[in-house]
């Protein structure tokens, strides 16, 4: 009778420390799911607001032909090369010089003396862009808030496994 005891406290045994590394491995995974959908959410909204803005802004901009006054190199964080525009341009009878186009650019090709064609925005004549609609920050708002909810869908599997699990170990297999 101890012998049947022993095999069966034997197989629970290794049966349980499965059940455990199982129920870590998911844990992780879940907490791992947590934090990347936060993270894409919060990214992602941030992303459709900056759309939002840019789209208020440049609403009523008038478009005007500007000319290329200078083009410094800038170096991020990561060592990407990117490029701060500056030019000059005639709007309503008065002329703006070296107006710092909005946002660090990755023109390369863009040579001092070029003409381009950029917004200025009616609320602010010394503010220039080179894109007047907001569509690359919708497009990447569209892909984060997919990604942060493909996060979430693979967070509610785990945490059904999870549940599953726990059954399992209370109906015989261990705590």
């Known amino acids: 009778m101890q012998r049947y005891g022993r095999m069966n406290e034997q197989y629970y045994g290794s049966r349980y420390n499965e059940l455990k590394t199982q129920k870590f491995v998911y844990k992780l995974i879940a907490a791992i799911l947590v934090?990347?959908?936060?993270?894409?959410?919060?990214?992602?909204?941030?992303?459709?607001?900056?759309?939002?803005?840019?789209?208020?802004?440049?609403?009523?901009?008038d478009s005007v032909n500007a000319t290329v006054v200078e083009v410094q190199e800038v170096y991020g964080s990561d060592d990407d090369k990117n490029y701060d525009i500056y030019v000059s341009y005639e709007l309503d009878g008065k002329f703006y010089e070296s107006v710092k186009l909005e946002g660090t650019m990755n023109a390369s090709r863009i040579r001092e003396g070029d003409t381009i064609l950029v917004y200025v925005p009616v609320s602010d004549r010394n503010t220039a862009s080179m894109m007047k609609d907001s569509m690359v920050f919708d497009i990447l708002s569209v892909v984060f808030y997919i990604v942060g909810g493909a996060s979430f869908a693979g967070l509610v599997v785990i945490l059904m496994l999870l549940t599953r699990l726990k059954k399992k170990s209370f109906n015989g297999y261990g705590n």
Do not use: C, H, P, Q
């Open 35 to 61: 934090i990347n959908t936060v993270v894409f959410l919060i990214v992602g909204y941030v992303m459709s607001e900056l759309s939002k803005r840019n789209t208020e802004k440049y609403a009523d901009a």
